[in-house]
């Protein structure tokens, strides 16, 4: 720590972080919940279309994550520090590109140009001004403190504003969004998500400028100034285990969580035909999450996260292969158990971007240079397939069970739907168990050498 006139670490730090990850999971959450089911019940668009659009970004996705992470890592570090600075500029434009993903007032013209608006404006929002943003401020964590436990707390923290994210977006939005038919059916308003999207763009934006203007970074990097070897990042990404590790663990993590993410707004309104259980399951999984909060830095403390996420994997794929198996459709049992394994969700979660900050410590550590942005830019990637993948396979999915606006309650297609929503991401959580047992290799007993190596280094300095 050089500044020693430096406030030291304490809320303010804490609340800064959560009100940045607020304004990135306010869009992000809702694009991953409604995005498909917009474009699919209110503009018409084929299930398997909106799906190949967000896989496509994410091909698009790897130049701009990598070049955003080259930007960061080269930026000088200003009065405000190194990565602050980039929320500011890029705060406005993903706000406003976040709200105009969802133009209901466009659903009355031709299919090609609705195709052409949704390609354009996601790719605007996520491969370009969410890039913008989201690296800078997922690689802060590093300069705020270089305390494992202290990470451990930002963490948590980030979590937590997650987890008051998704308070509106899953138990209160469904509420306002969705009406019932003459029919008795559970149907989507495209004007309401329309104006709720545009006040979730707006929170977002004052919640990056909370956190620009109380963000204090403490730890000082020097930036990269060596041209960019493209040829070396990817040998990186194959001799640095900790990096692929947590590229793969993150791949399949968020296949899991969006796999399902995306499906609820099909199962609850179409197969249980009740979309008030979206508010129902999520609260619980919020409430099972802060209270995973209060003990998770002692427990990954004491055990490791290594091992913390483990248990987290093993839960979440047991609960989704249960409830495929038993294929119920009382909404009692299908709670109780998806419940049961949400708490390895709400672990995993809390812990995972203090592994993020473990895996920068040991490149750091092994190839003797600091890549916050880079190493973030590439585990943003890994995020962005893993969410782009989810969406593609649900909507590919869709299509092939005959799912349409027109077949939307039909017998067939919501038993399909229900398939769906358990096998995918029990398919990627039985793979994130094996990655974290086999490919990632940073036990407790390592990030702690590490941290102390670093602390070395610095002093010496």
């Known amino acids: 720590m050089e500044n020693k006139q430096m406030k030291p670490f304490g809320f303010k730090d804490k609340f800064s972080y959560m009100t940045g990850n607020i304004g990135c999971d306010l869009m992000f959450f809702l694009s991953s919940m409604y995005l498909l089911k917009f474009y699919t019940d209110v503009m018409g668009v084929s299930a398997a279309i909106v799906g190949s659009m967000m896989m496509i970004s994410r091909f698009v996705d790897a130049f701009t994550d990598v070049t955003m992470g080259q930007i960061v890592d080269r930026a000088p570090t200003k009065a405000k520090g190194k990565f602050a600075p980039f929320i500011r500029l890029a705060a406005g434009p993903v706000a406003l590109a976040s709200f105009l993903m969802y133009a209901s007032w466009f659903k009355d013209m031709g299919m090609t140009f609705k195709i052409i608006w949704m390609f354009a404006t996601y790719l605007l929002w996520g491969s370009v001004f969410y890039t913008a943003i989201n690296i800078p401020y997922g690689s802060m964590a590093s300069a705020i403190t270089d305390s494992p436990k202290e990470r451990a707390e930002l963490s948590k923290w980030r979590t937590i504003g997650t987890q008051l994210v998704l308070i509106f977006v899953n138990v209160v939005l469904p509420s306002l969004v969705y009406y019932t038919n003459e029919a008795g059916q559970n149907v989507l308003s495209s004007s309401k998500l329309t104006i709720a999207a545009g006040i979730f763009s707006i929170v977002a934006f004052i919640a990056f400028m909370v956190c620009y203007h109380m963000t204090t970074e403490r730890v000082k990097f020097e930036s990269k100034n060596e041209k960019f070897d493209l040829g070396g990042l990817l040998k990186s990404l194959v001799t640095n285990k900790s990096l692929l590790g947590l590229v793969l663990l993150s791949l399949t993590s968020l296949l899991g969580q969006m796999s399902y993410s995306n499906m609820q707004s099909y199962i609850y309104p179409n197969y249980f035909n009740n979309a008030g259980a979206i508010a129902m399951t999520s609260f619980i999984g ?75 410590d040991d490149t750091e550590v092994v190839q003797g240079e600091r890549a916050d942005g880079t190493v973030y830019s590439v585990y943003s990637f890994a995020r962005k397939c893993g969410q782009g993948f989810s969406s593609g396979i649900a909507g590919a999915m869709l299509s092939m069970v005959g799912y349409t606006a027109a077949t939307a309650f039909d017998p067939e297609v919501v038993n399909s739907i229900y398939d769906v929503t358990c096998l995918v991401p029990a398919a990627a959580y039985i793979l994130l168990t094996l990655v974290i047992i086999f490919l990632y290799p940073l036990s407790k007993k390592r990030v702690d050498s590490n941290t102390a190596e670093l602390r070395r280094r610095r002093a010496a300095k």
């Open 286 to 360: 919020i409430a099972i999450t802060l209270v995973c909060s209060l003990f998770i830095v002692q427990v990954s403390d004491k055990f490791g996260r290594k091992n913390v996420a483990l248990f987290a994997a093993i839960i979440q794929a047991a609960s989704f292969i249960i409830l495929y198996f038993l294929h119920t459709d009382n909404i009692w049992v299908w709670t109780v158990i998806f419940e049961i394994g949400y708490i390895g969700s709400g672990v995993f979660s809390l812990i995972t971007w203090a592994m993020l900050a473990d895996v920068i």
